[in-house]
C-alpha cells in the first residue's frame, strides 16, 4: 500500500528506514526542509517525495509533528486525504489530538487513530533516525468506540513488522494519565536535576546512577513544551506527588530523624521490587 509519512524527523524519519527494510510499502515522504528530503531519498528511506495535494494517494498517512503542528495540518488538509483512508500521528500525549483531528477527518470518512510509539533518542532530526529504534518497543494505539476494528488491525499488524514487541490498546485519557508518570514527570526530574551547581564539578565522581538519570534532561525543549502544556492537569498531578515525597526525605534528613529515612527508602526499594515483578525487568 502507499504509507506518506509527514514530518521526517527522529520519529518519521524512523519510521521510514524501518519500512523500507521490513516491508514492501510504497513510502512518500513531506518535509518542509528540502534538504532532509535529500537525505531519506539518498539513503533510500523514502521512494519518493510528495507535496500535500498527493496525500489522497495514501491509504494511510503518518503525522510526525509537534503536537500544534499534527491538529494544524490536519485541519488545513481535510479535504485531500484519501476517503476510507487511516490517519495515525506519533505524538507523546493523546486526548488533545485525538478530540481536535477526530471529528474533522470523520466528516470526510476519513479515519483517524492516535498512535503513540513508546522509543526515542535523546536526539532529534533525521540525521539520528534508525531502522531498528521500535525493536521491542511498545506501540500505544487510542482507537474510540466507533473505530472500525480493521483499523486497529492493520496498525497492530504493520507496528509487529517493523519490530514493535507489544501493541498496547487503550483510551486517550488512560494513556495521557499513565505517560504523564512514566514520561514526562522523568524528563522534568532530569532537567532539573543537572541544574545543580555541581553538575560543573562532577569530573570522576560520577557512575551509572548519574549518567541514567542525566540522559534525557537533553531534550528537545519546543517538543516537549507543547507536550507538557498539552497535558498539563496529568503531569501537574504527578509533580506536586513527587515533591511532596521528596519533602519527606528532606525532612526525615533534616531533623536527624534515621529511622524514618529508612522506612522511606525500604518503602521505595519494595515498590520498585514489586514494579520489577510485575513487568520481569
Known sequence: MNIAVIG?????????????????????????NKETIRKALEQNAIDEEITADRLGEANLTIICLYPQGIINFVKENADKFKKGSIVIDSCGVKKTIVDSCTPILDERGVIFVGVHP?????????????????????????????????????????????????????????HDQVIAYTSQLAHVVSNAYVKSPSVLDFNGFSAGSFMD?????????????????????????????????????????????????????????????????????
Not at 466507533?146 to 483499523?151: E, G, H
Not at 496498525?155 to 514487541?165: D, M, Q, V
Open 118 to 174: 513508546m522509543a526515542g533518542r535523546e536526539f532529534s532530526s533525521f540525521d539520528y533516525a534508525t531502522d531498528s529504534l521500535y525493536n521491542g518497543a511498545s506501540c500505544i494505539v487510542t482507537p474510540n468506540e466507533s473505530t472500525p476494528s480493521i483499523a486497529v488491525d492493520l496498525i497492530s499488524t504493520l507496528a509487529g513488522s517493523i519490530g514493535f514487541g507489544k501493541v498496547v490498546i487503550s483510551t486517550p485519557e488512560k
Open 8 to 32: 521526517l524527523g527522529l520519529i518519521g524519519g524512523s519510521f521510514c528506514k524501518s519500512l523500507k527494510k521490513n516491508t514492501f510499502h510504497h513510502i512518500m515522504g513531506l518535509d518542509s
Open 213 to 281: 538519570l542525566t540522559r534525557v534532561a537533553k531534550l528537545n525543549e519546543d517538543m516537549w513544551t507543547d507536550l507538557f502544556m498539552c497535558n498539563k492537569d496529568a503531569l501537574l498531578y504527578e509533580l506536586d506527588t513527587i515533591i511532596e515525597h521528596i519533602s519527606q526525605y528532606r525532612d526525615a534528613i533534616r531533623n536527624n530523624a534515621p529511622d524514618e529515612l529508612k522506612a522511606l527508602l525500604k518503602n521505595g526499594r519494595e515498590l520498585k521490587e514489586k514494579c520489577n515483578e510485575l513487568y520481569k525487568k
